[in-house]
């Protein structure tokens, strides 16, 4: 529930008055910088996405029903924003439909992250059905082509593109899931 001293300024722009804005966004910008900093671990990154979800909420005023749940409305915005970016930095990290190997700088700038999105990844890995990995791994790692694999492994050049594009969606699906759980 918003501070007092704020639920006036919310009030009068959800009322139209544009100026009051001011008042709520120097009220919610450093607590929504700590709320974005906290997981994204980069400063300008954190600033970035702080001002993107001012931005989203001013565009959307209609959606904010009144002052008493306006402050659940932006950190729920805030909270999707995150995920939707460490959504993002997934798909970056692992580069998944070239095959190749993580080339993100976060590699090196944000070791942690990278290292639990590696850890993750290798179980999720471990989990599929063998003839599944079998298929992604030699794609990925020994960068055969889908007729190469069908031919290896004695299926059908389409039956490997399922399986790697199932492959795919299935990592994608299980890291984002991973990283949401995080922040939740």
């Not at 700590?34 to 990154?45: G, I, S, V």
Request: aromatic fraction near 10%; include cysteine; hydrophobic fraction near 35%.
């Amino acid at each position: 529930m918003p501070h007092e001293d704020i639920s006036g300024p919310i009030d009068r722009w959800l009322q139209g008055d544009d100026t009051a804005f001011e008042a709520v966004f120097h009220y919610y910008r450093q607590r929504l910088l700590r709320y974005t900093f906290r997981y994204l671990k980069n400063e300008a990154d954190a600033e970035d996405l702080t001002t993107e979800i001012l931005v989203k909420v001013w565009q959307c005023r209609q959606s904010v029903n009144n002052s008493a749940t306006f402050e659940n409305y932006l950190f729920t915005i805030a909270r999707h924003r995150v995920i939707k970016s460490w959504q993002k930095k997934v798909d970056h990290l692992f580069s998944l439909e070239a095959g190749g190997e993580p080339t993100d700088p976060a590699a090196a700038t944000d070791p942690v992250l990278y290292g639990e999105l590696m850890r993750h990844y290798q179980e999720s890995l471990a989990g599929l059905p063998e003839q599944r990995r079998r298929i992604f791994l030699l794609h990925r790692e020994q960068n055969l082509t889908y007729k190469e694999i069908a031919q290896q492994l004695n299926i059908s050049p389409k039956t490997v593109e399922n399986q790697i594009s199932a492959t795919l969606k299935q990592l994608r699906t299980q890291l984002a899931q991973h990283l949401a759980s995080i922040i939740l």
